[in-house]
Antibody, heavy 123, light 110 residues
Framework: EVQLVESGGGLVQPGGSLRLSCAAS????????MSWVRQAPGKGLEWVSV???????YYADSVKGRFTISRDKSKNTLYLQMNSLRAEDTAVYYC?????????????????WGQGTLVTVSS | QTVVTQEPSFSVSPGGTVTLTCGLS?????????PSWYQQTPGQAPRTLMY???TRSSGVPDRFSGSILGNKAALTITGAQADDECDYYC??????????FGGGTKLTVL
């Protein structure tokens, strides 16, 4: 069974840093596209970042240059390093597995989600 | 900046049919955007409903269907039930490793 468990959220001051973790089971993180999606309180979903199975990484403009996505093959875990945090980064952060391409077809959807971890940026 | 548009809210009667749409601020949505749809109840993680325009995720009842209608992606719910009342999000793949979510539609069943 595929399972994703996020951790590392909490209260941080503006300008501070935080690292989120997403421990996976039931599949291999490094063999899949993996993504972070966030949701500010009372707002909609916002795509944040993706790491491809080959290692390429991509970011939303709102976090580019401040956030870094990475993974640890030995721990089967996805990470999001968040620096220079702003009040507008306050959100629940979800990790999600991305169904990419296979068998001549592409899907490019978020097929499994964690339960999320709350990040609050406030003084 | 590309904006993905969704109706902010929609209402449907129990047993009725409703079609939610997902468009672009500029241009038309096609299957090349790999539109997918997610259902979210308050306090819960999103649940995948539909992907690649019209493929239902495992366990999703067949009263949910996806399509391209005109220049938008669409999610149709036939025979709406009370527990369909929640938020629905679409997301489009823009290429170059980038996805953009729509603002979501709050569906009321009454």
């Amino acid at each position: 069974e595929v399972q994703l468990v996020e951790s590392g959220g909490g209260l941080v001051q503006p300008g501070g840093s935080l690292r989120l973790s997403c421990a996976a089971s039931g599949f291999t993180v490094s063999s899949n596209y993996m993504s972070w999606v966030r949701q500010a309180p009372g707002k909609g979903l916002e795509w944040v970042s993706v790491v491809h199975s080959g290692g390429n990484t991509y970011y939303a403009d709102s976090v580019k240059g401040r956030f870094t996505i990475s993974r640890d093959k030995s721990k089967n875990t996805l990470y999001l390093q968040m620096n220079s945090l702003r009040a507008e980064d306050t959100a629940v952060y979800y990790c999600a597995r991305v169904s990419d391409c296979g068998g001549g077809r592409c899907y490019l959807n978020f097929d499994s989600w964690g339960q999320g971890t709350l990040v609050t940026v406030s003084s | 900046q590309t904006v993905v548009t969704q109706e902010p809210s929609f209402s449907v009667s129990p047993g009725g049919t409703v079609t939610l749409t997902c468009g672009l601020s500029s241009g038309s949505v096609s299957t090349s955007y790999y539109p997918s749809w997610y259902q979210q109840t308050p306090g819960q993680a999103p649940r995948t409903l539909m992907y690649s325009t019209n493929t239902r995720s495992s366990g999703v009842p067949d009263r949910f269907s996806g399509s391209i209608l005109g220049n938008k992606a669409a999610l149709t719910i036939t025979g709406a039930q009370a527990d369909d009342e929640c938020d629905y999000y679409c997301v489009l793949y823009m290429g170059s490793g980038i996805w953009v979510f729509g603002g979501g539609t709050k569906l009321t069943v009454l």
